[in-house]
């Protein structure tokens, strides 16, 4: 039964606030479909997100009506129509500046050994309620009446910040194991906490989050790492055991600190490195360039797996120090597996890669004696990625020795000036050689291929090292080690 609470009333009222800008196009499309003699009711995420005063992207509708139906319905009156999942009795529409889905009444259940939910439709609302993923999301209002259904009690457990299933919690993820993970994404999205129950048959039902396809799952974990507060979601996924079939390196972060403290926390340390990036997203650095506008993917996933080649290079020194030697380039390939693994776009993928390859070179910078040559190669290495990575070397300084880290960034302050000066003293986001491709060639009378590719390099290594040289300096340069090496291919 619904809650009796008398503090649902104000809440309702507030919801109903919350929804008034689109209360005309909701009445309009309660008369429709009763109407044509069906019946519908708003539902899942913009009914809790009213209650909690967030606007959702888009409005999601159940109903009686068939997906052919839905389309008799909606012919005439939408902007346009299509087909998002007939198969599950989902019908997609535009009105306007609103993007709707409506689905049948239906009941999901996975069955064993599928990566597929078998779908069955339902007969009613609550029908449909009982096989939502948790009670906040089983919240519906009945249109066009806009009368609140809450038979599972979701606003009580919305008020009390717990997530809770509609069914037992093993029945819940039977059905979909994917709910598994959203119990970690709501926490970081919304602040909701899974219930004792929940997280139990989270632990128990880890495994079966196995049958679930890697592109369903990625999408999961993106939506994760861009809420508000991924740290608690991915706190709740090692605890429950999902990391270990989402991202096993997370966990294996989690390595045993010795008496003697002769190494941190990675585990913590990489949560911590991830919300302090998260904190310098769209922050200009130093001259106002490179800014990362939040939420930023490719940052967030390359704070949290920098440090992921740790475990395998581990090593105890002689003398009771700790070592870790080249785990950024372990690292960097452990990154481009997983996330290949999890079906990640190829940018993307070549994009945190590079980042976690690089997020150690700032510690050869010292305090400054890097040559303009060195600078040069950093900005050019990290190329489009450069405002990214001075967020994340930023951050990973989570020393709390405080004059320490006063020195790092005193120590970066000064590398990004210099970079500003060269760059606009050379023009560095876009440095080539001061000779191009066709010059090349017509200098040294060869046609495009391999010599020429190796000429185009060494012009460019000497640009890095020395700057602009101009055409006719940069001429006698290319002939002197084409006479010296370059021709015979050293």
């Not at 194991?177 to 119990?183: D, S, T």
């Not at 990290?382 to 005193?410: F, I």
């Amino acid at each position: 039964m619904p809650s009796t609470d008398p503090t649902d009333g104000a809440l309702l009222l507030r919801a109903l606030r919350h929804l008034t800008p689109t209360a005309g196009l909701l009445t309009e499309i309660g008369e429709r479909f009763v109407g044509s003699g069906h019946t519908v009711a708003l539902v899942g995420g913009p009914v809790r997100d009213a209650f909690l005063g967030r606007t959702s992207p888009d409005l999601d509708f159940t109903t009686s009506a068939s997906p052919d139906e839905i389309e008799q319905v909606l012919t005439g009156w939408a902007d346009t129509t299509w087909d998002v999942g007939r198969a599950f009795g989902t019908i997609g529409a535009r009105k306007g500046e609103h993007q709707l889905e409506f689905t049948t009444y239906r009941a999901d259940a996975y069955q064993a050994g599928s990566r597929k939910p078998a779908v069955a439709f339902g007969e009613s609302l609550e029908e449909d309620l009982v096989r939502r993923d948790f009670t906040v999301n089983a919240m519906a209002l009945r249109l066009p009446e806009l009368t609140f259904v809450d038979p599972h009690d979701g606003l009580a457990d919305l008020a009390a910040q717990v997530l809770r299933t509609p069914q037992s919690p093993e029945v819940s993820f039977s059905d979909d194991p994917l709910r598994m993970m959203r119990a970690a994404r709501f926490t970081g999205q919304l602040g909701l906490r899974p219930a004792p129950e929940v997280l139990t048959s989270m632990q128990e039902m880890a495994a079966r989050l196995e049958i679930v396809s890697a592109e369903r799952v990625r999408d999961e974990l993106v939506k994760l790492m861009l809420s508000v507060d991924p740290r608690a979601g991915l706190e709740v996924l090692v605890a429950t055991g999902l990391a270990e079939q989402v991202l096993p390196e997370l966990p294996a972060l989690q390595l045993e600190v010795d008496e003697h403290h002769r190494h941190k926390d990675v585990f913590e340390h990489s949560l911590t490195v991830l919300q302090q990036a998260i904190d310098l997203e769209d922050v200009p650095c130093a001259e106002g360039e490179d800014v990362v506008p939040g939420p930023d993917l490719v940052l967030r996933l390359a704070a949290l797996l920098h440090d992921i080649g740790k475990p395998p290079t581990r090593r105890f020194e002689p003398g009771g120090g700790v070592s870790f030697h080249h785990h950024e380039v372990v690292g960097a390939k452990m990154t481009r597996t997983r996330l290949r693994a999890l079906r990640f776009d190829k940018e993307t993928i070549r994009s945190v890669t590079r980042l976690v390859e690089l997020h150690l070179r700032f510690h050869g910078y010292g305090s400054g004696e890097w040559t303009d040559s060195a600078v040069r190669r950093y900005i050019t290495d990290a190329g489009p990625l450069l405002g990214r990575l001075h967020k994340l070397t930023r951050s990973d300084c989570t020393t709390r020795n405080r004059r320490k880290a006063a020195r790092l960034a005193a120590s970066y302050d000064h590398l990004e000036q210099r970079i500003d000066r060269l760059r606009s003293e050379e023009e560095l986001n876009a440095v080539r050689p001061d000779l191009d491709g066709h010059q090349i060639g017509q200098v040294l009378g060869i046609e495009p291929g391999p010599a020429l590719g190796r000429a185009y390099k060494h012009l460019l290594a000497v640009r890095l090292d020395q700057g602009p040289l101009g055409e006719e300096a940069a001429r006698a340069e290319l002939l002197r080690w084409w006479t010296q090496e370059g021709s015979t291919g050293g």
